[in-house]
């Protein structure tokens, strides 16, 4: 083997005082950058029109906020501002204003996000190299790029793109800040905390208890500054985070859309319930699926307050409907595939990182001590963040774990930097050849996971994993220089050619709904290409082919502990249009997207989207819908705003049975569509569960009481000018 470079830890360029480069980057450096970059881009980018307009519920509102500016403030549903999405709305303003420069349309929609995945490579890639050189950052940004879920997120049009990006950014602000215990830096990364938590809520301040005692303990100045440099960034976090909350906490609330996921029109309940605390104890009012219940009549009741429908079986064991909760909860099922291929070697290189720095100095004003708070900083934020995942009993999908991302990239790149340059060592050696034996074996695992997934792929990974470690040994034939970067190469090539294949697939599938995943299908998992379940289940319920319907005979709790009705569509085109699912069976048309349209919509058609235009000008709604997916298809098929009754989940009080009778005597709404009624509806098809699900509940019951309906595409529409006495 090659010997050691003499320093341990080399910097990537010497700095002069004032902080600029004195060193000239070497002549490979720019353009390997720019193709890891360009090549990022295009994994992002490539076909990125066929997942439509993606989760119909965010784009509804990316359609409302690009023809109103208090929609756009505010993250309303529709351009009738009634209801709020349940997220604060900084994920919705890129796409937002995209959409107001270059109209609506998938690629408007989907792009900034795109975008966002090129960032967080860019800031991996800077942050990575400070401390261990080009090399380095480069495999860094290379294995976040092939990360599967990170190539579905960053195609897709939920919150945690956005919400990575600035997770990212916070860890390099503050190893910066380490870097000569700058205040700026610190500043920035608060400001970084604070945007990402008008992104996400909670899950912002995830990584804030790693971060905050690092830099208490390890900062290179006296601790009476340190202390006050954190309050300065506490302080930076809040304003970022605290303005748009203060401004709708004083907003008077008869003047503004209702707080969607909340059920006091609170976006503080809500940040601190359905989209907080909630999700650890799982007590989320107003979820579906959820809750921290183990059984008896109160967990199969309707009328539980999470949405569950009447007479389900009780799906809660060691993590309920949304999966079981433990330690091996990111490597089992269906969410191994999405991050887990390198996680095992990122945790191995963490230790090995942390081993390697030990005797650094505890301040970090020197080479060593860097680069050991480089490992505490993301070796830190990758094991806060997994516990939550692991062990949280609320909602939890599969997409969740796209923050992970960026934080094992990292540990893989600086540790494998770090064994490289100890390479003369034989513990380097032997450690690095167990690492790659360790990702060899566990890629097997996860491809054979996928019945009849690349069966070749998986044991060339296998065997060429455990040739290249073998052939790095030292007991193994001697090899020169050009020997060793051709194993190096060829482990390198094995590491990722499992997330690889993972991300080709993900990025030639369409993604619609609310629940999607990377990769193929696999056995007792969620989802598949683009959805849960990713294609047509056959059974009871099951039309011709195999097409789940809305309210089929079959019963009980459908696979990933989900309550019969809640089952999304497969992927396909973007609502409004005709579409195919994972298996290239056309999705059924005419009437709701799923039983109950709970996690996906309506394909609407063109009679539908006729009646709602005529004469839309006169109306502040052209419709109402029950939940807010159906009514996201209706608008997006038509362009005009169309009221979710209950939000999200049809569970929301929003509008009470009063205020909708105020509309429709005001002439403000023009149409009620029916919900299908399936296995997760009441009577007369009314949406059951929680509080806001009797809302949703009396206004459709008094709209068939009270008016008379005509079928229009299919679906059922009440004429609301139109009453029958």
Not at 458 to 474: K, N, Q, T, Y
Request: proline share 6%.
């Amino acid at each position: 083997m090659t010997t050691a470079t003499p320093a341990l830890f080399p910097v990537p360029e010497a700095r002069s005082r004032t902080g600029r480069s004195t060193v000239d980057r070497p002549r490979w450096e720019r353009p390997a950058l720019a193709g890891l970059l360009i090549a990022t881009a295009a994994l992002l980018l490539w076909d990125l029109g066929s997942s439509g307009y993606a989760n119909s519920f965010y784009s509804a509102a990316v359609q409302a906020g690009s023809e109103s500016w208090k929609a756009f403030f505010f993250g309303s549903s529709d351009a009738g501002n009634s209801i709020t999405v349940d997220k604060p709305p900084a994920a919705l303003w890129p796409m937002m204003l995209s959409v107001r420069l270059f109209g609506l349309g998938a690629w408007q929609i989907l792009v900034p996000q795109a975008l966002m995945g090129v960032g967080t490579t860019a800031v991996l890639y800077a942050a990575v190299r400070r401390q261990f050189g080009p090399g380095a950052a480069l495999l860094s940004g290379a294995a976040f790029a092939l990360t599967p879920v990170a190539a579905l997120m960053f195609r897709f049009n939920n919150p945690d793109a956005l919400l990575t990006l600035l997770l990212t950014v916070t860890v390099y602000c503050v190893l910066r800040a380490l870097d000569g215990a700058r205040t700026t830096w610190l500043v920035w990364a608060g400001v970084a905390v604070g945007f990402a938590f008008l992104t996400k809520t909670l899950q912002a301040f995830v990584i804030l208890p790693p971060l905050a005692v690092l830099y208490a303990v390890c900062a290179p100045t006296r601790l009476r500054r340190r202390l006050g440099q954190l309050a300065l960034a506490g302080a930076a976090m809040v304003v970022a985070g605290g303005w748009w909350v203060a401004i709708v906490e004083l907003w008077p609330a008869s003047s503004r859309p209702y707080i969607g996921g909340s059920q006091t029109n609170s976006f503080l309940e809500l940040t601190l319930g359905y989209n907080g605390l909630g999700r650890i104890s799982g007590n989320e009012t107003g979820s579906v699926g959820g809750g921290a219940r183990t059984g008896g009549a109160g967990a199969a009741a309707g009328a539980d307050g999470y949405g569950m429908p009447e007479g389900a079986p009780a799906l809660r064991a060691g993590g309920g409907g949304w999966g079981e909760t433990g330690i091996d909860r990111l490597f089992a099922g269906n969410i191994g595939g999405q991050i887990s291929w390198l996680l095992p070697a990122a945790l191995v290189l963490l230790v090995v990182g942390l081993v390697v720095t030990w005797r650094a100095r505890r301040a970090t004003d020197s080479l060593e001590g860097m680069a050991r708070a480089a490992f505490l900083a993301w070796g830190g934020a990758l094991l806060i963040t997994a516990v939550v995942f692991s062990y949280m009993q609320g909602i939890f999908h599969e997409y969740y774990t796209v923050a992970l991302a960026p934080f094992v990239a990292a540990l893989v790149g600086m540790g494998v930097a770090v064994l490289w340059e100890e390479r003369g060592s034989r513990a380097a050696v032997f450690t690095l050849a167990g690492v790659l034996v360790l990702t060899a074996v566990w890629s097997w695992v996860l491809l054979g996971r996928a019945n009849g997934y690349l069966p070749w792929l998986r044991w060339a990974v296998l065997v060429g994993g455990l040739l290249a470690a073998a052939a790095a040994l030292p007991f193994a034939a001697r090899l020169g220089r050009s020997g060793v970067r051709l194993v190096a190469a060829v482990g390198l090539g094995v590491a990722l050619a499992g997330p690889f294949a993972y991300c080709m697939t993900t990025v030639s599938t369409g993604h619609t709904g609310s629940i999607v995943t990377a990769g193929p299908a696999v056995a007792g998992g969620r989802g598949g290409p683009g959805g849960m379940m990713g294609g047509p289940i056959p059974g009871p319920g099951a039309g011709p082919g195999g097409e789940l319907r809305a309210g089929g005979p079959g019963g009980g709790a459908l696979p990933g502990g989900m309550p019969p009705g809640a089952m999304p569509q497969g992927q396909g085109q973007g609502q409004g249009q005709a579409g195919r699912d994972g298996r290239g069976v056309e999705r059924v048309g005419g009437g709701q997207g799923g039983p109950g349209g709970l996690l996906n919509g309506a394909r609407v058609g063109a009679e539908a989207k006729a009646a709602l235009r005529a004469g839309a000008g006169t109306y502040t709604w052209a419709a109402a819908a029950v939940g807010s997916q159906n009514a996201a298809s209706y608008q997006l098929a038509s362009g005009e705003p169309v009221m979710p009754l209950g939000g999200f989940n049809g569970s929301d009080p929003s509008p009470t049975l009063e205020q909708f009778q105020q509309y429709v005597r005001e002439g403000r709404i023009h149409y009620f569509i029916a919900q299908s009624s399936g296995a997760a509806a009441g009577p007369e098809g009314a949406v059951r569960g929680g509080p806001g699900g009797g809302t949703s509940s009396r206004i459709e019951s008094w709209v068939k009481a009270s008016f008379t309906a005509r079928t229009v595409g299919g679906a059922a529409f009440y004429d609301l000018t139109a009453p029958t006495s």
